[in-house]
């Protein structure tokens, strides 16, 4: 059995007569081996063939990036489970679906724009936002590449989602960071600029309610022979301004003046918890800044001032 001019394996055939054979018969036997030979290239092909298929799709199946196709029409002709995953549902729930209806409606356009540059013949990668069932919007990167038959038909394009929420996630950050820090400068430049106590306390307010969104803030500085809080400087949303001067007993916060005396941040999810019963009484108490976060401010190595947190109102 000879394929493509290889001995592939023989056709044997036997007789007990003499001279069985005519050379017709030999001829027909040579025949029928190489069809034989041809059919079990093909079989095996077929089997090598098939178990690629199973191989490729295993993994298709079986990667963390989401893998979709889609025809000329742009209706889904494969989704694989990853991809399921990042918009919900199951991949049989999408097949015959717009690929449009993967995405937010602010987000089509750039599937438009996409499909184009596939007709074109070009293959890129670009990010995109997914829409999950339940609303949440998947930032992904994109590898898209077209796909035409053998006449050089366009019949669609093949696309790869890589999620990249982590990246997004840790730019946003990033610039979290570098706007805080920029705000940082801002507030040492403007403290260093103060010429009084008071002036420091209000300008570094500005600042810190720019840095941590906040409904009201203060500092509060302690006069420990008097027993007493002396506020340097308030601001509220409610439009009460704290007035500076605004003195107030240290009876009853001792446990957190000696934590600040530490060092220590202190969080009070309710304030009005802490307060003394005389304030908790004032009409003009902002109900809105009820969790506190307390941080000690230090002078000369002594916890001398305190505090940008909600303050108690002014005296009237």
Same mark, same amino acid.
Not at 15 to 20: Q, T
Not at 135 to 144: D, E
């Given at each position: 059995m000879v394929v493509e001019g290889r001995v592939v394996g023989l056709l044997e055939v036997q007789?007990? =007569?003499?001279?069985?054979y005519t050379p017709e018969d030999v001829a027909l036997l040579q025949t029928v081996a190489h069809q034989i030979g041809l059919a079990i290239q093909n079989a095996r092909l077929f089997q090598e063939t098939r178990a690629l298929a199973a191989f490729n799709a295993d993994v298709v199946n079986s990667v963390s990036e989401g893998i979709i196709m889609a025809d000329a029409a742009g209706r889904?002709?494969?989704?694989?489970?990853?991809?399921?995953?990042?918009?919900?549902? $199951?991949? $049989?729930?999408?097949?015959?679906?717009?690929?449009?209806?993967?995405? +937010?409606?602010?987000?089509?356009?750039?599937?438009?724009?996409?499909?184009?540059?596939?007709?074109?013949?070009?293959?890129?990668?670009?990010?995109?936002?997914?829409?999950? =069932?339940?609303?949440?919007?998947?930032?992904?990167?994109? /590898?898209?590449? +077209?796909?035409?038959?053998?006449?050089?038909?366009?019949?669609?394009?093949?696309?790869?989602?890589t999620d990249i929420s982590e990246r997004?996630?840790?730019?946003?950050?990033?610039?979290?960071?570098?706007?805080?820090?920029?705000?940082?400068?801002?507030?040492?430049?403007?403290?260093?600029?103060?010429? /009084?106590?008071?002036?420091?306390?209000?300008?570094?307010l500005e600042h810190v309610r720019r840095l941590v969104p906040c409904n009201g803030a203060a500092v509060v500085t302690f006069n420990r022979a008097a027993r007493e809080g002396i506020v340097l400087a308030g601001i509220a949303d409610s439009g009460i301004q704290i007035g500076a001067g605004f003195r107030f007993s240290l009876v009853g916060v001792e446990k957190e003046i000696e934590a /600040?005396?530490?060092?220590?941040?202190?969080?009070? +999810?309710?304030?009005?918890?802490?307060?003394p019963l005389r304030w908790q009484r004032r009409p003009s108490w902002p109900q809105a800044c009820a969790p506190t976060w307390r941080c000690p401010c230090w002078q000369a190595g002594n916890c001398g001032a305190g505090w940008p947190s909600p303050p108690p109102p002014r005296a009237r």
């Open positions: 007789s007990y =007569r003499r001279a069985a889904l002709t494969f989704m694989n489970p990853a991809a399921a995953a990042m918009v919900g549902g $199951q991949p $049989q729930d999408w097949i015959g679906r717009s690929q449009e209806d993967l995405v +937010p409606p602010d987000q089509r356009a750039v599937i438009r724009a996409a499909d184009r540059r596939r007709r074109k013949g070009r293959s890129d990668r670009y990010e995109l936002e997914l829409l999950r =069932r339940d609303g949440q919007r998947v930032p992904v990167q994109v /590898s898209g590449v +077209p796909r035409f038959d053998q006449t050089g038909r366009f019949v669609g394009s093949l696309a790869v989602f997004k996630r840790a730019e946003e950050a990033l610039r979290r960071y570098a706007e805080r820090l920029q705000a940082l400068r801002a507030l040492d430049a403007a403290i260093l600029a103060a010429r /009084s106590p008071e002036e420091v306390a209000h300008v570094a /600040s005396q530490r060092g220590e941040v202190l969080f009070v +999810p309710d304030i009005q918890a802490l307060l």
